[in-house]
């Protein structure tokens, strides 16, 4: 902000006020890594959340920057251990003097964990901090009702933990205890803005098609950690690619069955694919910046809520008060992040905020990549600061839709 700003916002508002304006630090990116994406049951099953959180926290790890605090996100817990997140960041650095925090925001945790980092930042509190999230979506146990008090007679319940606690509304609940699953929401939202099964086809082709030019171009190569393996009998492997593309068949679109009800128009292609993955980002501020050159800066972050059967839209509204909070404009974004849980969820944007096409989700998105519920929203993050750069671009927003009618909007710069 130039001088003649200061004097200008200084005239609206108080002394205090400006004391406390001047007192906040820009937030600044060091770096923003994840691990290759594996899908359900696939390349990544032999690690639980807490260990790829691990492996995106090593990735970002370096002797002059070792994080103050790490916060990371994780929907599905259970199983794990206690404090996933401070198992990842002890495993990850090595120390015990490391505060963790797990968040569970749903799809949103990710990004809520590099909210409250980059809180802590402005205000001095932490100089370092590292902020993402993890799932593995493969581990998530079943659980068992009643079993503690046990079961006197009749059949019992065992209840999917990576459904109930992931991909289920908590909120329109049938009188058998049926819960809806998210994407019957998603068909409402095909049907609201008449979008057509070949439209949301056209988009999730599309989507895959950028994922695939995108790793052609050696695009990932600096946002994707690899992983080694370890087998049975002492053999590695080095995982350094996202599976859920490899199974993604584009002829094969017109033949799938709608996914959550005979009327709808949502498949399997244009929902994101089950997956496990973890991000993570190494944050400063100021003072912590050291001789380090920043990848980008935060600019601002927004959250929005709205009716939870409306999940589908609440990015419109994030996003909305995003660009208000930080004084830009739609035109003025070079590229857009919006989590692709279906690809109803970023068309919506894009018809509501007049986005062209070309600036949404450039890299593919969640139909091709997959979506580790925990990891994504952060995800979506580290892709759009390696976007930015690696195209020359400058500006960036990315956005999530989380279950429960929320959404959120994070904006960053490249500097």
């Known amino acids: 902000i130039q001088l003649g700003e200061e004097v200008a916002l200084a005239r609206n508002l108080s002394a205090v006020g400006f004391i406390l304006f001047k ?50 996100g994780c929907v599905l817990g259970a199983g794990q251990g206690q404090a996933p997140a401070r198992q990842a960041a002890c495993s990850a650095f090595g120390v015990d003097n490391i505060p963790s925090t797990t968040i569970n925001k749903v799809c949103g945790s990710g990004m809520q964990s590099i909210s409250f980092a980059y809180n802590k930042l402005q205000l001095g509190q932490r100089n370092v901090v590292a902020a993402g999230g993890f799932e593995s979506m493969t581990n998530a146990p079943y659980l068992l009702p009643k079993g503690r008090a046990g079961y006197r007679m009749g059949h019992g319940v065992v209840i999917d933990h990576m459904l109930h606690d992931g991909l289920e509304d908590a909120y329109d609940i049938a009188s058998d205890g049926t819960r809806r699953a998210m994407g019957t ?7 609201k803005y008449s979008f057509t099964r070949q439209d949301q086809e056209a988009f999730a082709l599309e989507t895959f098609q950028n994922f695939k030019q995108s790793e052609a171009a050696g695009e990932f190569a600096n946002e994707r950690a690899p992983i080694t393996v370890t087998d049975a009998k002492g053999g590695k492997t080095t995982i350094n690619t996202d599976e859920p593309p490899t199974r993604v068949k584009p002829e094969k679109y017109a033949a799938l069955k709608p996914a959550f009800g005979k009327t709808g128009t949502v498949t399997a292609a244009t929902s994101s694919a089950i997956a496990d993955g973890a991000s993570a980002l190494l944050l400063c501020n100021e003072k912590g ?8 800066r935060i600019v601002g972050v927004t959250s929005h809520a709205q009716e939870p059967e409306w999940f589908t839209t609440a990015p419109i509204g994030a996003i909305r008060a995003l660009l208000s909070q930080v004084g830009w404009s739609v035109e003025e974004v070079d590229l857009f992040e919006v989590n692709e849980a279906f690809a109803v ?7 509501e905020l007049a986005i062209p096409r070309s600036k949404v989700n450039a890299l593919g998105g969640a ?24 195209r020359g671009l400058k500006r960036g927003i990315a956005s ?3 279950g429960g009618g929320e959404a959120m909007a994070i904006a960053i710069e490249v500097v």
Do not use: N
């Not at 929401?185 to 049907?191: G, P, Q, R, S």
């Not at 969820?345 to 018809?351: D, G, I, K, Q, S």
């Open 23 to 72: 007192m906040i630090s820009p937030v600044y990116i060091i770096d923003a890594k994840r691990t290759p994406v594996g899908s359900f049951q696939g390349q990544l099953s032999g690690f639980q959340g807490w260990q790829l959180g691990a492996e995106a926290l090593r990735s970002i790890s370096t002797p002059t920057h070792v994080p103050e605090e790490v916060i990371m």
């Open 185 to 191: 929401f998603a068909d409402a939202t095909a049907e």
């Open 289 to 296: 910046l050291g001789a380090a050159t920043p990848l980008a």
């Open 345 to 351: 969820v970023p068309m919506a944007v894009m018809r």
């Open 367 to 390: 139909c091709a990549v997959g979506h580790p519920i925990g990891s994504s929203s952060a995800r979506i993050v580290v892709t759009l600061v390696h976007a930015l750069r690696s």
């Open 400 to 402: 999530v839709c989380i």
